[in-house]
């Protein structure tokens, strides 16, 4: 192997590593942006095309996912979201994300409900660095409210 050959398998597996890096950081930070009601951050997520689908329904563009999330969740007391299991496929500018989402919606200070979901993201590069088109959540499992043990 030359040199340049070196240098450019080592370029290619620093911008994949870089690339899958980012795209994790925005699959948390979709977590957050639910959770702590950031959507003035919303652009910084989502392509402006953007379109998800779900059990709530189906947004198309920003305005429409923020009405759609705000929908869901804005009856609750707090709302905690966590993705685990990431399955990342780069290819190119695009990219799909698989990940595992675990959510507790508190109803009250003594009730919460637990829901289980798989989040199927699909993802381009931008100007702006990556950002999700598309989102399709489907749902695993939901519990009733449940009484604080804590």
């Not at 911008?15 to 959770?35: F, K, P, Q, T």
């Not at 660095?129 to 009733?144: H, M, N």
């Amino acid at each position: 192997m030359t040199t340049t050959e070196r240098t450019t398998t080592t370029e290619t597996l620093v911008r994949e590593l870089a690339d899958r890096a980012e795209l994790a950081d925005l699959v948390a930070r979709h977590s957050l942006w639910i959770d702590e009601h950031r959507y003035d951050e919303t652009d910084r997520l989502f392509t402006d095309d953007v379109v998800v689908t779900s059990r709530r329904g189906e947004a198309r563009g920003l305005d429409a996912l923020v009405a759609l999330v705000r929908r869901g969740h804005d009856g609750y007391a707090r709302t905690l979201h966590h993705k685990g299991n990431l399955v990342v496929e780069i290819d190119g500018d695009t990219a799909t994300v698989r990940a595992h989402d675990l959510a507790v919606f508190v109803l009250d200070e003594d009730t919460e409900s637990i829901a289980a979901a798989v989040h199927r993201y699909g993802a381009r590069r931008t100007a702006d660095g990556w950002r999700f088109d598309r989102l399709e959540v489907t749902p695993v499992a939901l519990t009733g409210a449940l009484e604080r043990a804590l």
